[in-house]
């Protein structure tokens, strides 16, 4: 009989990478496979995965206390013989399942108590003792949990020491989802491309102000969401914005079709706790794509940008050092195409979901 898993997010969307598409549709092909979500969208039914919407809180703080609640109460109802949390909110969900008899899993998709330290909604003055709490809860909590997914190494070995069930799931990219090695035109390519969620510590502000320093003819395109409101407000009235191509929110091809006419792809985001020690899945889905990557300089991404010559590493707090960057490619299209390929074969040889979903789908095979 197959066995029936869920997973439980109340803060990421239905389509999410990691989710869904990497997570729920690799273990459709062994389990029955739903997921709860709290997006206001409706329930539906997709590459052969049932959604099951709670719908839209109304505010943060509704989400951390009734949605959690109605979360808890749905899938206590599917009786599954898996469950899969993905939000540390939902932490106290996974504890009431555990406490039913369920068997439950936690999903690391960052440091929690190391991003706290960065978020902007909350007093500096409230940050360190936040983090501080918040990392004793997880000691506490997690220890009971059935296993605990991870996306960096650097988290599992942190979580090791309090569950003795920890599986490294990296968050590398679907191996042909972003390339297409189809040349429609042999126009040159002078586009140098951030996508993803755009904050204060993603570097945004620092490639505006890189523009200053940028030859001629370039192009920087612009490709996700601001958040919060106020950044949005602050960029666009940068001098300088009115020199990027801002595309917005994209879906997943037109993503692969900006990617397929961009030289390179950006990931500077800020010296801050949470990225140090991240693999930024924005770096290994420009290295998918084939074209060159312009990355931080920390020593984890050095050790892959530098070791697979598939780019350029800077100081991301440094615009003349990023404009050098984008400038050196440009004047050296050759050399990008290069740093692409070999970026490319990476990927092909070891950065891609298809290894991971094996691990996942073992590590869940070992907990049932």
Not at 112 to 138: C, D, F, G, N, W
Not at 320 to 338: C, F, M, V, W
């Amino acid at each position: 009989m197959v066995k029936r898993i869920t997973h439980l997010t109340s803060v990421h969307k239905r389509n999410d990478i990691r989710i869904f598409l990497k997570e729920c549709v690799s273990l459709s092909n062994h389990f029955d496979v739903t997921l709860i979500v709290a997006d206001g969208q409706g329930d539906a039914k997709e590459s052969n995965i049932q959604i099951l919407d709670i719908g839209k809180p109304l505010s943060r703080w509704n989400r951390m206390t009734k949605t959690s609640k109605q979360m808890f109460l749905k899938a206590a109802s599917l009786n599954s013989d898996l469950y899969h949390i993905h939000d540390p909110e939902l932490i106290p969900v996974g504890v009431k399942l555990l406490n039913q008899g369920f068997k439950v899993i936690f999903d690391a998709h960052e440091d929690l108590p190391k991003q706290i330290l960065t978020k902007p909604y909350l007093h500096k003055m409230v940050r360190k003792p936040l983090a501080l709490s918040i990392a004793y809860y997880e000691k506490l909590s997690l220890k009971k949990f059935s296993g605990i997914i991870t996306s960096t190494s650097t988290i599992a070995a942190k979580f090791r020491l309090i569950n003795n069930n920890v599986a490294n799931i990296n968050n590398y990219p679907i191996l042909n989802e972003l390339f297409d090695n189809v040349e429609t035109t042999n126009e040159v390519k002078n586009t140098f491309s951030f996508v993803g969620g755009m904050t204060a510590i993603r570097g945004i502000t620092e490639i505006l102000d890189a523009i200053d320093y940028v030859k001629q003819p370039c192009q920087i395109a612009f490709a996700g969401e601001f958040s919060p409101l106020v950044f949005k407000q602050l960029s666009t009235a940068h001098k300088n914005f009115q020199n990027v191509d801002y595309l917005g929110q994209l879906n997943r091809v037109e993503v692969k079709n900006l990617l397929k006419t961009s030289l390179a792809g950006l990931v500077l985001y800020a010296p801050v706790p949470n990225h140090i020690d991240a693999q930024p899945n924005k770096l290994f889905e420009y290295m998918s794509a084939g074209i060159a990557v312009i990355g931080s300089n920390f020593p984890l991404w050095k050790d892959i940008i530098e070791a697979y010559s598939c780019g350029i590493c800077v100081n991301p707090e440094d615009p003349k050092q990023i404009a050098e960057a984008i400038n050196y490619l440009r004047d050296h299209p050759e050399l990008a195409k290069e740093m692409g390929l070999k970026g490319r074969n990476a990927v092909i040889n070891t950065f891609n979901w298809e290894t991971e979903q094996q691990k996942l789908v073992s590590f869940y095979n070992k907990i049932l």
